[in-house]
């Protein structure tokens, strides 16, 4: 495991039509969804971390502690980006923030727990 602070990560999308509130069933409204901004800033953090994971190894979010702060129309183009800023054993933190062409949109904590991802997923699916 080699993670570093100050690693960064970058996700991109564009809003469309598929991933605004009203699809998605976060509101009523054609913008850019809440959950789906969510998802990409998870997205960053998940490519921060590509290359720096020992094999066998993933990370599984634990925390979020997001702001919304702009709505963002369909057509426009948004960016999250992640920053590592500790890591404790196995749980990495992050902080996020997500742009679209005019600016923040979204900002905040995210943490991930390292795991192994064959024992995860057996542990996961003995529950049923």
Known sequence: MDITLGLKGIAKE???AENT???VGSGSLPVF???IMVALMEKAACQALEGHLDEGS???GTMLNIEHVAATPVGMAVTA???VT????RKVCFDVAAYDEAG???KGKHERFIVNAERFTDKTNAKK
């Not at 500790?86 to 054993?89: K, S, T």
């Open 14 to 16: 564009t809003v469309s």
């Open 21 to 23: 509130a009203a699809k």
């Open 33 to 35: 969804a809440t959950p």
């Open 58 to 60: 993933t990370t599984v």
């Open 81 to 83: 980006e992640s920053t």
């Open 86 to 89: 500790a890591v404790d054993g």
């Open 104 to 106: 923040l949109i979204g």
